[in-house]
């Protein structure tokens, strides 16, 4: 066994397992829930050191990071001996946006001697593809509302805080931030389904690929509806898209335009 998964919330890494070409060991967070997946390790922030010197031991050369995980709190209390000496580390990670902490972690294992992969290396066939999923198709509005939010995201990168915004007659009506898309569809103002807008989500400028990489699926597509909006566009070739047979399916179903977006 030479890959690891470190396992957060989401199909994505029970998909990402299904892909690898033999199975590989998976850690999960303590207190995070997997979904179609089962931990074969778990650990925390303060028992990272103690992960590190487990892996090596079990023979694992790679690993890749998929699933969601809340930012951690660090509790003094709970480390180990081995996590100790990377405190101050884990302190520059958590004054980070995501991206920076996220640099952090990859770093860190990197130094350790792993191999950090992205998603899309063990399951390539998870990136968009160019076109349009399902019956309907975008019409000149949408992808002017596209530009737009695309443009959004770029503009916001420095800020670090999310990868995907809803944008409806060309107007920003709601940016993702550390809570998350379901909170950023929640809060959306009453006139979004009356603008017909779309939920855009693309990579930040810089976006590292090994880790992090915007994902949609099902779930999406139906907090979508849920939120009266008018269709569901990302990046192809940026974003991962889970179960795309389903997505297209729901997208017809709701009636809504599912379309990875090319040459932009």
Avoid at 14 to 24: H, I, K, L, Q
Avoid at 181 to 194: E, Q
Wanted: net charge negative; with cysteine.
């Amino acid at each position: 066994m030479t890959l690891a998964i470190v396992a957060g919330r989401g199909d994505l890494p029970a998909s990402v397992a299904r892909a690898a070409a033999t199975p590989p060991l998976v850690c999960g967070y303590e207190g995070i829930t997997l979904s179609g997946i089962e931990a074969d390790l778990t650990f925390r922030l303060e028992t990272l050191g103690s992960l590190l010197l487990e892996l090596g031991t079990r023979g694992v050369t790679q690993v890749c990071f998929a699933g969601g995980l809340d930012r951690p709190a660090l509790d003094p209390s709970k480390l180990d001996a081995e996590t100790a000496p990377l405190v101050p580390m884990f302190m520059q990670a958590l004054q980070s946006g995501d991206d920076g902490a996220l640099r952090v972690v990859v770093d860190l294992f990197e130094k350790t001697g792993f191999q950090v992969l992205g998603a899309h290396e063990i399951a390539p066939d998870l990136l968009a593809k160019g076109g349009v999923y399902g019956e309907h198709w975008p019409d000149a509005q949408m992808r002017s509302d596209a530009d737009v939010a695309a443009a959004h995201i770029l503009a916001m990168s420095p800020q670090d805080i999310g990868q995907a915004c809803v944008v409806g007659a060309e107007r920003v009506l709601g940016m993702e931030d550390a809570r998350g898309t379901d909170d950023m569809l929640a809060r959306l103002p009453s006139g979004a389904s009356a603008k017909h807008a779309i939920l855009f989500k693309g990579p930040k400028q810089g976006q590292s690929r090994q880790i992090d990489l915007p994902t949609v699926g099902p779930e999406t597509l139906n907090a979508a509806h849920a939120a009266g909006l008018a269709g569901v566009v990302v990046d192809a070739g940026d974003v991962l898209v889970l179960d795309a047979a389903r997505c297209a399916a729901l997208a017809d179903e709701h009636g809504l335009v599912f379309w990875a977006r090319t040459g932009e």
